[in-house]
């Protein structure tokens, strides 16, 4: 994607950020930034964009603000692995529902989230699924790192090994879409919302395709998604994050009901509880 974007939307002006400037690696504690690098790329013909560039393990980034790029999206163009190496372009936004930050970002914490953004991206993927036949075309659950920013963090990926990762042109239609999608966005800000119905999503595997298939045919956009195997981390807490940490107002609440697990009663108990009426699908 970054050949894509350098020598054929034209990013230049390279220049690396100084230490004041450049966010923190966090690698189990081991909190550092004195040896990382982070060059700065601008556009002529987007100059609303920015594009920065790093050989670090972008889920292990911290203190993000300190990019200093208020009200903005932050988009990690991004690898993804999976055991399977079935093909895949996902996207997904940041949290994680536990102690466990083994990648990246803070225990118990939900990344901000863009619905529309992320649904507005895998619609412009999905009219390219003709060119795409060899891929799932599919969100993920919210998971990993980084967390901590007052900012929305979407991670927009190609997987699931080596092949895809240098597929020329996987990369630029990925790149394509991207732009296209926050061209769309920029233009029709406020119009794109009040068409939609802002969600969170609770149950469901780490691909969650009936919330998928809520975003690709239906006026439905989600934030975060907490899948079958994080509810067990699920209080009252961490929905309130769930429910807040959107820059777009949640107002609807999805249950996958065939994929609750064992905690299914307790999570209906707890939405009860809260004055929360789910929808199931």
Known sequence: MLNYLKNE???????????????????????????????????KKYNNLKLVVTDEELIYIRNIDKFEFPNNVLIFLSKHSSKSKIPALTSHFTGNFSTDKSLGGAAFEIGVAYPSFQKEYMKNLFLMKNRLSRYDLTIESSHHGPTSSSNPILFIEIGSSEEEWNNKETARIVCECLIQTIQKI????????????????????????????????????????????????????????????????????????????????????????????????
């Open 186 to 281: 920029n233009q029709n800000k406020n119009a794109n919302v009040e068409e939609l119905e802002i969600a969170i999503g609770l149950g469901g595997n780490h691909y969650p395709q009936k919330f998928n298939s809520l975003i690709l045919n239906s006026n439905v956009a989600f934030a975060a998604i907490a899948s079958k195997h994080n509810l067990r981390f699920i209080n009252s807490e961490m929905l309130n994050q769930m429910l807040k940490k959107s820059n777009e107002k949640v107002t609807s609440i999805y249950i996958d009901k065939k994929g609750m697990g064992s905690e299914k009663n307790r999570i209906l108990s707890l939405l009860e509880t809260q004055g929360l009426e789910p929808k199931y699908i």
């Open 9 to 43: 939307v034209g990013f230049e002006n390279s220049f690396y950020l100084d230490d004041h400037a450049k966010p923190e690696i966090d690698i189990n504690q081991d909190l550092r930034n004195s040896d990382s690098k982070f060059e700065l790329l601008k556009c």
